[in-house]
């Protein structure tokens, strides 16, 4: 399985956090967010996750454009953290492309790598 | 004149964001087009942006507005975004957004005035403890430049260019002021450390050779809806003029650094931290109004810099307009120069991660000193004990506001401890 880390800020941390829980499960690129999205859309890549301030803009705007909102999520914005039963319904709504603000992302990566993992 | 002026701008953009031409909210401009493309029904919409924006205005906008009572861009057009997108889409929703939404410029102006005149009557006044929030982020900002260098190209280089700004600066500490001529010339020294942080991180940056960034195909993929924004552009240009103006009269800040340095008479450094913000903000706003259509009320946000250097509202507004206009007519030549330099859109990304980074840290100090200052030992401890229990609640409060707001409480706490003869 192959993760690409698009959205605009915090790349480093979230593919560092990927890497942690994991290891060699997943495959993690770090990419300009445009082709990140083009490589969700080429199909070469499984998962797109996106941070920035808001959880939407930076985070997802370009997967947004790309893949349209039937691919795309976000999991959580200031002030709201994410939720698990939340990403379970996206995961099963077959969303690809997860955003979260950079507050909340070592939970939004955990709280998604295991569900998908599963 | 100010009051007009903020009723102008919360109507205009209430209007904006009501017709889908310009929305603050980097996070609802890719939700836009699902809307006005029919995948999303108008309630989802408002429903959305509610949820996109008022915590930001409630937990981000209004702290930073009181700690230094100059309004912040944000506690204004998040709440416009959320007013355009509640009233409905036809011409009299239109009209109500506008009047709603001038309302809202008025009642948020009146309303932080008066709870900070609120505040000066308090038994224990803490208003001017309050002021040492922002006192760590005015010097501290400087070292952004040097920390958006090691995200991007390793800690060698970061660190480099961290001591590179810190001499810069401590040069210029010493000579200021400079005599030219017998002209006195003082040099500010987080200008200069700024202006050479930000000099060394493009240079690196501009000679980053790597893969294209793609901004350009975006062009073509979303032509027409680059020419919707376009088509827009008057409308857009007067936003602009408008908050330029209010900018020039010290009302609005656009982001917490230039807020606070205004707050303590550096105007020029304010300009020279909203100018480099703002290359930070143009991939950002660039790629998200390319691919949907939607511009921002505030553009790429240099108009803020230009304000703050013009300094006279009139001239301001009229720039201002002009700069808004530039960036929409150049915004396919903008893709094409990021495409070209594809390491300057990565600095771009780098530049807003290590802000929020400095911000983080350098309010929570602040916050301390300035809890500190209003209740001496217990300032300290709650300011801690809410940091980290905000961690484990999972940040309701946005963690670059937790100094602000930890003081402010504080303040109040104070008050009440003061009924029961607790200070």
């Known amino acids: 399985m192959k993760i690409v880390v698009g959205g605009q800020v915090d790349k480093q941390k979230i593919a560092k956090k990927i890497k942690e829980i994991a290891g060699d499960q997943v495959e993690v690129e770090i990419m ?48 709201k953290p994410p939720k698990e039963e939340k990403i379970v319904e996206e995961l099963e709504a077959g969303k690809v492309a997860f955003g979260f603000t950079s507050d909340h992302l070592e939970k939004a990566v955990t709280l998604l790598l295991k569900n998908i993992l599963n | 004149m100010q009051l007009i002026l903020m009723a102008l701008i919360g109507g205009m953009a209430a209007i904006l964001a009501n017709k889908g031409i310009a929305v603050f909210n980097d996070s609802l401009r890719p939700v836009i087009p699902e809307y006005v493309e029919n995948r999303m029904s108008r309630k989802e919409l408002a429903a ?66 008066a709870i900070v005149n609120l505040f000066e009557v308090l038994p224990v006044n803490f208003l001017e403890d309050l002021g040492a929030v922002g006192s760590p982020i005015v010097v501290a ?193 903008v893709a094409t120069l990021l495409d070209k330099f594809p390491g300057i859109k990565k600095a771009g990304d780098n530049i807003r991660t290590s802000m929020s980074k400095v911000l983080e840290v350098a309010l929570l100090v602040g916050g301390m000193n300035a809890a500190n200052a209003i209740i001496p030992g217990f300032g300290f401890f709650f300011v801690a004990g809410l940091y980290i229990l905000n961690e484990i609640g999972d940040q309701p409060i946005v963690r670059m506001a937790v100094g602000p707001t930890a003081a402010i409480m504080v303040g109040i706490i104070a008050n009440i401890f003061a009924l029961f003869s607790l200070v």
């Open chain 1, 32 to 79: 300009d967010d445009i082709k990140a999205a083009n490589t969700i859309k080429q199909g070469k890549a499984d998962y797109y996750f996106g941070a920035c301030h808001t959880g939407g803009g930076g985070a997802l705007g370009m997967a947004m454009a790309i893949l349209s909102s039937t691919k795309c999520a976000t999991i959580s914005m200031p002030a």
């Open chain 2, 48 to 113: 959305t942006s509610f949820a996109m924006s008022f915590g930001l205005v409630v937990g981000f906008g209004i702290p930073f507005s009181l700690s230094a009572n100059i309004i912040l861009i944000h506690s204004i057009l998040l709440g416009t975004d959320i007013i355009g997108t509640w009233a409905p889409d036809n011409n009299k929703g239109a009209a109500g957004a506008g009047v709603v939404g001038a309302l809202y410029g008025v009642g948020l102006t009146y309303g932080l005035e």
């Open chain 2, 141 to 333: 900002f400087a070292a952004f430049p040097a920390l958006a260098v090691a995200y991007q190209f390793g800690i060698k280089k970061g660190g480099f260019t961290l001591i590179l700004t810190g001499i810069v600066r401590q040069i210029a500490v010493v000579v200021s002021p400079l005599m030219i001529n017998g002209l006195e010339i003082s040099i500010n020294p987080e200008g200069m450390a700024l202006i050479a942080g930000m000099t060394t991180l493009l240079i690196f940056a501009a000679g980053e050779k790597g893969e294209e960034s793609n901004v350009g195909d975006l062009v073509s993929i979303f032509s027409k809806r680059v020419e919707r924004i376009k088509s827009n552009l008057p409308y857009l240009a007067v936003m602009g003029g408008l908050v330029s103006a209010a900018t020039a009269y010290l009302i609005l800040a656009g982001d917490p650094i230039s807020l606070n340095l205004v707050s303590e008479g550096a105007i020029n450094e304010a300009a020279l931290a909203a100018l480099a913000r703002a290359v930070g903000f143009v991939p950002l706003i660039a790629t998200t109004a390319i691919a949907t259509g939607v511009y921002g009320p505030v553009g790429m946000t240099f108009i803020f810099a230009a304000a703050l250097f013009i300094q006279n509202p009139l001239i301001a507004a009229i720039v201002g307009a002009v700069i808004i206009s530039i960036e929409i007519l150049l915004l396919g030549k």
